[in-house]
């Protein structure tokens, strides 16, 4: 298995330097958040990571979880390092100080995500769904449920799940057939059966609290009639102890590709007794106003495999001995030279790490906006941040998840057949990065959501978030000296995206269909320009500091160098994806489906 190390000088780089984190400390609630004590909870979460979470992925992987009698035993170790992570209260890092949490800031979380990410996947899992749940309850459930459950989800002692997916419903929640009927004491009897339910069953937590979706009788039809429950896995007493076992039990778990150490269960909820959240009928309501957090989740796990690949492909590049430089050998004391002075193999490297720093930049920025969006006390600058998260959401999370498969799959290609096999641990990290493009509403879904609802919201009010901004900081910077150069590729890719949004706007109007069509491109074509801006925006951090005694270890040097290879190497693609856009559905719409 690779080493892991986390990033930490481009997490600082990231936070203070290029987005001013100072400024979410200036937030009322956030004011404890200083560089003072931020950066020594980077470098704990560091130190877990690799010390404690890493050591574990390929064991894990490879023993995958135990299902016996409804019992799942998750693999050697687990249990051990959750006790390490819940010790050291990080499982409540993100959470309401008023119920035992940290408070800490998403955009501090949203790193300390990335280096468990990196280090075990299917380890995050757990917490991860934990914390999903612990946001639904805390934004939705009465004082009394937020009182019986969230002080434990937050100290880790118990988990938490999100129960969608049924055998017949994935993305299409309105077929959900899960019953919920309401009984004379206020409570619902739910009774139903849910697929894929991640941490449905496992042995780190004394109890599970579900959050299951479910349709209460003779309610609207479709997504309409959906309400949202709490059933926990064993009821619980008034004086919080746990009393008899609940009606909801795992069945089996999946046999899967990847996060083999996750626990992916089907879920029987026999009468189970459960309890509403929010109100009846309004489940997805409720869903959607955490849909943003969970997606940025699962984007920032895509950024976590992908810089867990990159780590592992640079160190085999510098050390695996084969051929000679086109341009004469480069070590001719050595029988051969390593794989990193080859082209083609340092156009692997440098787009992994284009891709890589330009995500974090990217998620940085959006998980700051998250900040403003939850503490900022001016309502104009709150409804600006999320404006800006909900445009961006769905390209973070189908960009960063394609980017995270597409890195690791570039790791095995450097270690060749090495990679193939198993002894390496970079096939793990394909395995495992595929399903963060499925769950959590697959990539395509992400594109729809981007133009059909994100785009023409509020007469475009959205997109204005994102485009202002790059437009005004192109009209101040094109003519620069040194900066202006990376600014008119940046321009240039800009007027493409504007000019594909006039377009979808136009056609999609009165042919969804070709809106469809044109969604996917425009997604990435938009991930390819944030993330231009992201890196034209770092660029004029690091030139005055490039070459300087503050610059010892190059890093400013190299933070221009990878934009120079995304400028000149990445970014052209943004006029392939316009001029697929231009194309237009018929080619595909026209096919007859017989004809497949
Ligand atoms: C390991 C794992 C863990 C999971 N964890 C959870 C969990 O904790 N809780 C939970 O509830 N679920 C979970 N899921 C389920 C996951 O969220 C679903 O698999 C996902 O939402 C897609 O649903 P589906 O598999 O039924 O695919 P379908 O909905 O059948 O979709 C199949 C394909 O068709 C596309 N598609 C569908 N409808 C449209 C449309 N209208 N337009 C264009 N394209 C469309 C989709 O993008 C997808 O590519 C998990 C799944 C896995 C494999």
Same mark, same amino acid.
């Given at each position: ?49 690799? =010390? ?8 894990? %992987?490879? =023993?995958?979880?135990?299902f016996e009698n409804g019992v799942v ?33 998403? +955009? ?8 468990? +990410? ?45 129960n969608?997916?049924e055998p017949?419903?994935?993305? %299409? ?18 009774t139903g059966t849910k697929i894929f339910i991640?941490?449905g069953e ?8 579900h ?22 896995k ?13 009606g909801a039990a795992c069945g089996a778990i999946e ?8 626990s992916t269960c089907v879920m029987n909820f026999d =009468?189970a ?20 957090? /969970? ?24 050390? *695996? ?14 029988? /051969? ?115 059909? *609802? ?41 007027? *493409? ?79 392939? *994806? ?19």
């Amino acid at each position: 298995m690779p080493a892991y190390t986390a990033p930490l000088r481009d997490m600082r780089f990231v936070l203070y330097e290029l987005h001013k984190g100072d400024a979410v400390a200036a937030l009322p609630g956030f004011e404890e958040m200083t560089r003072d004590l931020v950066e020594p909870v980077l470098e704990e979460a560091a130190k877990l990571a690799s =010390e404690v979470l890493q050591p574990l992925n390929a064991s894990g %992987d490879l =023993e995958g979880c135990h299902f016996e009698n409804g019992v799942v035993r998750t693999p050697k170790g687990f249990k051990e390092a959750y006790e390490t992570f819940k010790e050291g209260g990080w499982t409540g890092i993100a959470c309401d100080p008023a119920y035992g949490g940290q408070g800490l800031p998403t +955009s501090v979380n949203m790193l300390v995500e990335e280096m468990m +990410s990196s280090a075990n996947l299917s380890f995050g899992m757990y917490p991860g769904l934990t914390h999903g749940a612990y946001k639904a309850i805390h934004a939705h459930g009465t004082e009394e449920l937020k009182a019986i459950y969230l002080p434990k989800m937050v100290d880790g002692t118990w988990g938490g799940t999100m129960n969608l997916t049924e055998p017949h419903c994935g993305t %299409d929640l309105g077929l959900m057939r899960t019953k919920a009927v309401p009984q004379e004491d206020g409570s619902y009897k739910i009774t139903g059966t849910k697929i894929f339910i991640s941490s449905g069953e496992h042995d780190l937590t004394e109890n599970i609290i579900h959050l299951v979706l479910a349709k209460i009788p003779d309610g609207p039809k479709g997504i309409k009639g959906i309400s949202l429950f709490v059933v926990p896995k064993f009821l619980v007493k008034e004086d919080g102890s746990l009393g008899a076992r609940n009606g909801a039990a795992c069945g089996a778990i999946e046999h899967k590709m990847g996060i083999k150490a996750s626990s992916t269960c089907v879920m029987n909820f026999d =009468e189970a007794k459960g309890w509403l959240i929010g109100e009846e009928h309004k489940g997805m309501r409720a869903m959607f106003t955490m849909m943003n957090a /969970a997606r940025q989740g699962v984007a920032v796990q895509g950024l976590g495999v992908a810089e867990a690949a990159y780590q592992g492909a640079v160190a085999y590049a510098k050390e *695996r001995l084969q051929g000679r430089s086109l341009s004469g050998a480069k070590y001719p004391d050595k029988p /051969a030279d390593p794989l990193i002075v080859h082209p083609d193999i340092r156009r692997m490297l440098l787009t992994m790490r284009a891709n890589i720093e330009g995500a974090r930049a990217l998620g940085a920025w959006v998980s700051q906006a998250l900040d403003f969006q939850t503490n900022s006390p001016d309502a104009q600058a709150r409804q600006d941040a999320e404006d800006l998260v909900a445009i961006l959401t769905p390209v973070l999370k189908a960009h960063f998840t394609d980017i995270g498969f597409e890195t690791a799959n570039l790791g095995v290609q450097i270690f060749g057949g090495h990679g193939y096999i198993r002894d390496h641990g970079m096939e793990q990290l394909v395995r495992d990065a595929r399903i963060t493009q499925i769950y959590e509403g697959a990539n395509g879904i992400q594109a729809l959501d981007l133009v059909g *609802r994100k785009m023409p919201a509020h007469a475009g009010r959205l997109l204005r978030q994102f485009f202002h901004p790059v437009s005004e900081f192109i009209a101040a910077h094109q003519n620069d000296e040194q900066l202006g150069p990376f600014v008119q590729n940046l321009a240039k890719s800009f007027g *493409r995206l504007q000019q594909a949004t006039l377009h979808i706007a136009r056609v999609g109007m009165g042919k969804p269909d070709e809106a469809g069509a044109a969604s996917y491109d425009y997604l990435k074509l938009f991930g390819l320009v944030a993330t231009a801006f992201m890196w034209a925006r770092m660029v004029q951090v690091a030139l005055p500091l490039a070459g300087t005694a503050e610059d010892h270890d190059g890093f400013y040097k190299a933070k221009i160098g990878t934009a120079r290879f995304f400028f000149d190497r990445m970014l052209p693609e943004s006029g392939a *994806r316009l001029s697929a856009i231009l194309a237009g559905g018929k080619s595909m719409m026209e096919f007859e489906d017989s004809a497949f």
